[in-house]
């Protein structure tokens, strides 16, 4: 049976209850020197808050930065921008580049596809505007975590769609929801993993009919071609029901062509660049500022 809209909220409350004896979220063992500052920009949702991260050990500006656009997880439904505060102020610095953290807006209030045409929308502008942030507008990359992973690839996937108006290098599919469209019950199960019922929850507050599990935007490893994507790096966790999925966009990415960077966390469950072993996450942190730093390199 299909949720009214006071029953998602609900439900949403709930959840975010629950999330909220999780523990403390993981913190970088070094303090990054970077400037912080809050925006908003005009998108197809309204203002669009963002966090636009600076190094300040890069000085010199006047050939403009690279640009990374990062997306937070949550299931569609949780989280902000501010929960990857402290891991952007690390990309930023050790990969020499403009973080904008997008601080997308949520389901079930905004459903599919408003945060795909948002988060676009944002990269369009910046890209547009590339002046007022000292940003070099021809060095795009994106990426994100779980759900915003997700949105990333959708992002990709329409803006090939409306002929690759923006430069966009790189792709970081950090442990993605790439299908929404499979019933979760039907996908790998380990004691760490999302319940189904809740990744069944987050699916339906985020869509709009059941029927758009099955758009590209929504699922996008059901894209019908992968040719002309931008590069990726996918990270998977072995103990996630959603690293298959990952592992089957990677492979569709490849034999089409594009270039991919595959890393699997042997042991990690899901989310465990924010909850879990400081070391490992911070492997994972690493290896998107390194991959960010070679690929604006070229």
Avoid at 10 to 25: D, L
Avoid at 107 to 125: I, L, N
Avoid at 184 to 193: N, Q
Avoid at 252 to 278: M, N, R, W
Wanted: charge should be negative.
């Amino acid at each position: 049976m299909r949720m009214d809209q006071q029953q998602q909220i609900a439900m949403v409350q709930h959840m975010q209850a629950q999330s909220s004896g999780m523990g403390q979220a993981l913190q970088p063992s070094v303090t990054y020197d970077v400037m912080v500052k809050e925006q908003f920009i005009p998108t197809s949702a309204g203002e669009t808050r963002v966090l636009v991260y600076t190094p300040n050990r890069k000085k010199d500006l006047s050939s403009g930065l690279p640009v990374f656009f990062n997306m937070h997880g949550g299931g569609f439904v949780l989280g902000q921008a501010d929960g990857d505060d402290a891991w952007c102020r690390l990309i930023a610095d050790r990969a020499e580049c403009l973080v904008v953290n997008i601080d997308y807006k949520l389901a079930p209030e905004h459903k599919f596809p408003a945060a795909v045409y948002e988060c676009y929308d944002v990269v369009r502008w910046v890209h547009e505007h590339a002046a007022q942030f000292s940003a070099d507008a021809s060095l795009l990359a994106i990426g994100g975590h779980s759900a915003g992973g997700n949105l990333a690839a959708a992002v990709c996937l329409l803006n090939r769609e409306r002929g690759d108006e923006l430069p966009i290098l790189l792709q970081i599919i950090d442990y993605a929801v790439l299908d929404v469209a499979a019933d979760p019950a039907e996908k790998p199960d380990f004691p760490e993993a999302i319940p189904a019922d809740i990744a069944r929850t987050f699916n339906a507050m985020y869509l709009t009919e059941p029927e758009d599990a099955h758009n590209p935007l929504a699922s996008p490893v059901l894209a019908d071609s992968f040719a002309g994507l931008p590069e990726a790096l996918i990270i998977t966790a072995e103990r996630d029901s959603l690293a298959q999925e990952a592992r089957t966009y990677a492979a569709k990415l490849e034999s089409s062509g594009v270039h991919v960077t595959h890393k699997q966390y042997e042991g990690a469950a899901h989310g465990f660049t924010h909850h879990g072993d400081i070391q490992m996450a911070e492997d994972a942190w690493y290896l998107m500022s390194d991959t960010l730093k070679a690929v604006f390199a070229r």
